[in-house]
């Protein structure tokens, strides 16, 4: 099965620690995007990256970090500046394929997504 | 002013009714659209994609997008249950990468039987 996978379902941190969130698509998909949602918010864009080894802010960027080694894969780390992580965190990535009529190349599909509480 | 607006609702339709769901978008150089639904603790799926002024119909879902006005809209006719979530408007904002989407904030419906 194609597919995002995101794996905790379900994080927790305690104070002053660093977690990480993982992220692995199968999709062949070329570029990839971290996004947090709060409740009853739209999503916002944490980090993206469009090709390996290269990634950009987005909105929020700030008290979190990634990472593109692979393609396949694109982990992000919630650091202990994060001073408010509890939030629904969505993974997405999208194609770049030249086989793709080039305004479909927006669409992003997503991962079941992480929740993170903080303890 | 922020870059993609929807009504927040909720918004309540009786089974068998049109739902109308409506965005605006600032960015006038916006050529991507499209209209995602989360069911309440679940990720966004997408639904309909809109590209051209007009209407893009799949099933029950008609999106309509109108360039010149800078709206975009999703009505779901024949509303069922099952259609009780939130939607969320997507626009392609340019803002250093042609590929990122500006989410709206979200239209909760609720269909009621």
């Known amino acids: 099965d194609g597919g995002i996978t995101q794996s905790p379902k379900y994080l927790f941190r305690k104070e002053g620690q660093n977690v990480t969130l993982s992220c692995e698509q199968n999709?062949?998909?070329?570029?990839m995007y971290w996004y947090r949602q709060d409740p009853g918010q739209g999503l916002r864009l944490i980090y993206y990256?469009?090709?390996?080894?290269?990634?950009q802010k987005g909105d929020i960027a700030e008290g979190y970090s990634v990472s593109r080694e692979k393609k396949e894969s694109f982990p992000l780390t919630v650091t202990s500046a994060q001073k408010n992580p509890t939030a629904f965190y969505l993974c997405?990535?999208?194609?770049?394929?030249?086989?793709?009529?080039?305004?479909?190349?927006?669409?992003?599909?997503f991962g079941a997504g992480t929740r993170l509480s903080v303890l | 002013q922020k870059e993609v607006e929807q009504n927040s609702g909720p918004l309540s339709v009786p089974e068998g009714a049109i739902a109308s769901l409506n965005c605006t978008y600032s960015d006038r150089g916006s050529q991507s659209f499209f209209w995602y639904r989360q069911y309440s603790g679940k990720s966004p799926e997408l639904i309909m994609s809109?590209?051209?002024?007009g209407d893009q119909e799949d099933g029950r879902f008609t999106a309509q997008l109108n360039k010149a006005s800078q709206y975009v809209s999703l009505l779901i006719r024949d509303s069922q249950p099952s259609d009780s979530a939130t939607y969320l408007c997507?626009?392609?904002?340019?803002?250093?990468?042609?590929?990122?989407?500006?989410f709206g904030s979200g239209t909760q419906l609720t269909v009621l039987p």
């Open positions: 997507a626009v392609n904002i340019h803002s250093g990468s042609a590929r990122q989407l500006t």
């Open positions: 809109i590209y051209s002024n």
């Open positions: 997405a990535s999208s194609t770049h394929s030249s086989g793709v009529p080039i305004l479909a190349k927006n669409i992003q599909y």
């Open positions: 990256s469009q090709i390996v080894n290269d990634f």
């Open positions: 999709l062949n998909h070329d570029a």
